[in-house]
């Protein structure tokens, strides 16, 4: 018991793994909030979500629970981003997204590199009225705003994920600048035709039941000549469907990342071919020579060092996180359901290294087009 209690204090006190600030007794604060403050029963809302990955296992077929979690994919999606939110925040940092880290750049250095390589193919300049389809807690949109002065609306499903951006954009005094809206965005209600000078999604876009309708609902909005960039989730040309190991990380990456089903890079251009896009440029970013750096599923990887989110991802480490979750919520610590919710993004997370150690998933296919100005 009383290695227990150190354990769970370890926990509380360890800091996030993307330097978010704050350690897990904030999160499980927060999380404590969510609960009193928005109604959100986790345990009820995660067992809903697990439902939509009933049908199939890793080496079965898993069409009908494709077609279930496509026809309720922003129930799904919501959901998700619902149990998910505060813990990307705490053990990631703001913005929800992988990079490569290069020779001395630090994590937080690698990722707004990446989001800066994005803004730089949208042709922004100050003023420009810019939109960010999935924003998240509105990360990427205010470290790009303050980066080359253009104006960002982002849109996301989800409400609690609207609130939160919106309290950091006015605490950091950025609110006359940049703002969440709750919004589909496979029906971008809100907005008219032509309203914006560029578009982004970072990580996004995957997590719509049929490409095609965003990508349609992004141009719709897009101004003629502007441009649409946007970093995808696929499946590489690597992904054998016939191979257990790989439909097994593609199980762990749906679950645990709340996508209904998963794209290949030709099926990315084809869709954006498809709503009429001109597409200027696509490339595989996890590709791309990086002497000295570090790949993007690195923090993803088992690593010994206690006090870092890497720990978990060793047995031991699953193991001890599985049994202090259990305890903190047996103490009224964390609300129930809480281990659950821990266990499938950790499962998503062990996909998604799996995926860029074998080669067969990347979460940065870059694709860059234009409307056509006629």
């Not at 354990?7 to 927060?30: E, R, T």
């Not at 986790?42 to 079965?60: A, F, M, P, R, S």
């Not at 981003?81 to 880290?101: I, N, R």
């Amino acid at each position: 018991a009383s290695v227990m209690l150190v354990l769970v204090v370890i926990m509380l006190m360890q800091a996030g793994g993307g330097g978010a600030g704050g350690g897990g007794l904030a999160l499980l604060k927060s999380f404590l909030g969510q609960e009193s403050k928005r109604g959100i029963k986790v345990d009820d809302w995660i067992g809903d979500y697990n439902k939509l990955h009933h049908n199939g296992t890793y080496d079965e077929d898993d069409k009908a629970g494709v077609d279930e979690r496509n026809s309720m994919y922003a129930k799904m999606v919501n959901a998700y981003y619902e149990l998910a939110t505060l813990f990307y925040e705490w053990g990631w940092g703001q913005s929800f997204h992988f990079a490569e880290k290069r020779k001395y750049e630090n994590f937080v250095e690698s990722i707004r590199r990446h989001e800066y390589y994005l803004a730089s193919q949208l042709e922004v300049k100050p003023g420009m009225k810019v939109l960010d389809v999935g924003c998240g807690i509105g990360g990427p949109y205010r470290n790009i705003a303050q980066f080359t002065g253009c104006d960002i609306t982002g849109i996301t499903l989800n409400e609690y994920q609207v609130k939160r951006a919106n309290e950091i954009n006015r605490s950091i005094e950025l609110g006359d600048q940049v703002r969440s809206v709750q919004c589909d965005f496979m029906d971008m209600k809100p907005f008219g035709d032509n309203s914006f000078d560029a578009v982004y999604a970072i990580e996004a876009t995957c997590h719509a039941p049929v490409r095609q309708g965003v990508y349609s609902e992004i141009k719709r909005v897009l101004k003629p000549g502007a441009v649409f960039a946007c970093y995808e989730w696929c499946l590489t040309d690597k992904y054998d469907a016939g191979n257990a190991a790989h439909r097994k990380i593609k199980k762990q990456i749906e679950e645990g990342d709340g996508l209904p089903d998963m794209a290949r890079p030709h099926e990315v251009v084809a869709a954006l071919k498809d709503v009429g896009f001109e597409v200027l440029h696509t490339r595989d970013m996890a590709l791309d020579v990086n002497p000295g750096g570090e790949p993007w599923y690195l923090p993803l990887m088992p690593s010994w060092k206690v006090w870092t989110q890497r720990f978990q991802f060793t047995e031991v480490g699953m193991a001890l996180t599985k049994n202090m979750l259990w305890v903190m919520e047996m103490l009224w610590l964390a609300p129930k359901g809480t281990y659950k919710v821990q266990q499938m993004l950790q499962q998503g997370g062990i996909g998604c290294s799996q995926g860029g150690v074998t080669g067969t998933f990347t979460p940065m296919f870059l694709c860059v087009c234009r409307k056509p100005i006629k």
